[in-house]
């Protein structure tokens, strides 16, 4: 990386594997999620979540003496509609991160702001009620509008890149209130152009999702979430900053439906085992309201 001493190059192929912070608290499903609601049904949805690091790892080996802490509060709203006989959902997510970090030989640095918008667009190609089977397809696009530094992208809101998330989402229910969820993801990222004065490139990520639920009475049920990730190797100027994932995460929530407007969850997330980046643990509330 052309124009960057030995230190502040090393300093950034750590803060590339700390820039992976940014967890899309709402694009990751919670248990359930990818069953329809009625067509006509708005829901607004509100998330505050806080991450702590356990670790900073480059290629698997922990970085002594850096530390990761991102604070959130999202705030997603969704509508379903009828496209054609078929299921629709409309969404849009507005995230806000406060992003601390520790580096050795480095100063702390931390920033607040408005993270990247998300639109997105799902349709249940299968939705049976009766067998309890649901299939659904929801891309989104991912705006750079959020706050940005380019001398600060491990700790800014924004990415200062568009991307494309596609979700798959297959749901069965068995017996009276189980159900079992397997989602597939893959997000294909532009390039950045303002990092350190370079440009990064990063390639597409794979996510898989298997969660299951049961209730546990009648208004509540509990979840469980396993998160594997891989792809995603950041190269500037041939050079490569971030080699790709293969990271493993755990998750553990409970959801409870006040009445038929408000619905309250909270949930708690630990990283299992990461190749580059943080590995995080942390906990989210999130509070659903109908109408």
Known sequence: MTGMTDGRRRAALLLACAGVTQTAWAGDPSARDWIPAPVGTNLIAGYVAGLRSSGLYSE????????????????RQMHYRDFYGKTMQLEFIVPMYRTSMDLPGMPGDRQTGIGDVTLGSAIWLYNNEQTKTWFAWEPFIVAPVGRYDGSR????????????????????GIG????????????????????????LKKDPS???????????????YAGVRYRYETGGRETSSGETVATQARNHQLAAELTHQINDANQIQMQYVHDLKVENGPRMRGAQLRYVYAF
């Open 60 to 75: 698997s080996r922990r970085v002594d003496g850096a530390s990761v802490d991102v604070n959130a509060l999202v705030y």
């Open 153 to 172: 992208p491990d700790v800014s809101p924004g990415k200062n890149r568009w991307s494309t998330i596609q979700d798959f989402s297959f749901v069965k």
């Open 176 to 199: 009276e209130s189980t159900y079992l969820e397997a989602i597939a993801e893959v997000e294909i990222y532009g390039r950045n152009t303002d990092w350190y004065g370079q440009t």
């Open 206 to 220: 794979l996510r898989f999702f298997a969660l299951a639920s049961t209730n546990l009475t009648p208004d509540t």
